[in-house]
Structure formats: C-alpha cells, structure tokens
C-alpha cells in the first residue's frame, strides 16, 4: 500500500543555514589556518632572546651555578621573504576558494528555490483550477457514456484527460518534495 504524496515544507528562513554548511566551514578554516601560518613566518623574522640556568654538580660536592642569555638575529631574510610571500598567497587562495564555493552553493540555491516556487504555483493551479476540470471532466464522460450520447471511445478520451491532469498533479507533487529534499541537502552538506 502507497500512501498518497504529502508536501513537503521548507522555511526561507532556513537558506542562513547556507553559510554554516559543513564544507563552506571547513573553507574557513582552511583561511584561519593559512592565516596562523602566516603569522608563524611573521614571528620568524624578528629577533628572539632566550635565557637559561644551569647548574653543575662538582665532584668536590658543590654546585657550580651557571646562565646563559642569547639572542637571534636573523640575517639572511630572502628565504623568509619568500615564505611569507607564500604564506600571503595560501591565504589568497584559501579566501578565493571559499568565495567560489559560497557563490555557487547560492546560485544552486537560488536556482532550487526558483524550483520550487515553480513546482508551488503548479500544486496551486492544481488545487484551484485543475483539480476541478478532472473531476468535471469524469462527471460528464460518466452521464453523457450512460445516456449514450458518448461512445465508449470517447468516455476513454475525456477520462484519459483527467488522468493526465491528475499524473501531471502528481509529477509535479513529486518534483516540489524532491526540490525540498535537494535544498536540505545542500544546506546540510
């Protein structure tokens, strides 16, 4: 037993959850993660100072205390240019690889919203016009084949058309709860 199409429901408010779809996030962290690295090559570049404590145990059983202090400097900066250049570019490309991606997740989106506000204005057409022709259609194959003014090859022809309204209804019921389901999806994804 099939039961009978059910619409399904979807909220407009519900595309915000575009931008927090799990692959446009995993983007953003690609950019956060460039942008560490970034400030990694940046903290190459200058100067660190180090200091320490030692001490030393002498065989005359004392201890021989000791320290040191130090600094870095770096001297040859044309690889670190480099890096950081590098560094720049990741970041680019990380940002263009989200702004891409963002931008046709919305023009999918838009275009499955454009769907489904056209699969809605056939269901409404169906509910107020349509639905009234198939079964005034039937209703009048019936009387008219019973009275006999129809042969039987017309009752087919009058009922063949209201059986394709009412296919084309459910084509159509079938094609919005499918829209639906492609726009959770890509919200979801």
Same mark, same amino acid.
């Given at each position: 037993?099939?039961?009978? +199409?059910?619409?399904?429901? +979807?909220?407009?408010?519900?595309?915000? #959850? !575009? *931008?927090?779809?799990? &692959?446009?996030?995993?983007?953003?962290? *690609?950019?956060?993660?460039?942008?560490?690295?970034?400030?990694?090559?940046?903290?190459?570049? &200058?100067?660190?100072?180090?200091?320490? =404590? &030692?001490?030393?145990?002498?065989?005359?059983? !004392?201890?021989?205390?000791?320290?040191?202090?130090?600094?870095?400097?770096?001297?040859? #900066?044309? $690889?670190?240019?480099?890096?950081?250049?590098?560094?720049?570019?990741?970041?680019?490309?990380?940002?263009?690889?989200?702004?891409?991606?963002?931008?046709?997740?919305?023009?999918? !989106?838009?275009?499955? =919203?454009?769907?489904?506000?056209?699969?809605?204005?056939?269901?409404?057409?169906?509910?107020?016009?349509?639905?009234?022709?198939?079964?005034?259609?039937?209703?009048?194959?019936?009387?008219?084949?019973?009275? $006999?003014? +129809?042969?039987?090859?017309?009752?087919?022809?009058?009922?063949?058309?209201?059986? *394709?309204?009412?296919?084309?209804?459910?084509?159509?019921?079938?094609?919005?709860?499918?829209?639906?389901?492609?726009?959770?999806?890509?919200?979801?994804?």
């Amino acid at each position: 037993i099939v039961p009978p +199409f059910q619409q399904t429901d +979807f909220n407009l408010a519900d595309t915000i #959850r !575009l *931008r927090g779809s799990a &692959s446009l996030l995993a983007m953003q962290q *690609r950019i956060e993660v460039a942008r560490a690295e970034q400030s990694a090559e940046q903290a190459r570049r &200058s100067p660190s100072f180090n200091a320490g =404590l &030692s001490a030393q145990y002498l065989a005359n059983g !004392l201890w021989y205390p000791g320290y040191q202090v130090g600094m870095s400097v770096p001297l040859v #900066r044309k $690889g670190w240019d480099k890096r950081l250049e590098a560094a720049a570019k990741n970041i680019d490309i990380a940002q263009s690889s989200y702004n891409n991606a963002l931008l046709q997740k919305e023009m999918e !989106l838009g275009h499955l =919203l454009h769907e489904l506000e056209k699969y809605g204005v056939l269901r409404e057409y169906y509910l107020n016009e349509s639905s009234h022709v198939a079964a005034e259609l039937l209703r009048t194959a019936d009387r008219n084949y019973r009275v $006999g003014e +129809f042969n039987f090859i017309e009752f087919t022809q009058y009922a063949d058309r209201a059986l *394709r309204i009412e296919l084309d209804n459910l084509e159509n019921q079938y094609q919005l709860n499918q829209t639906v389901v492609e726009i959770q999806a890509l919200l979801d994804e």
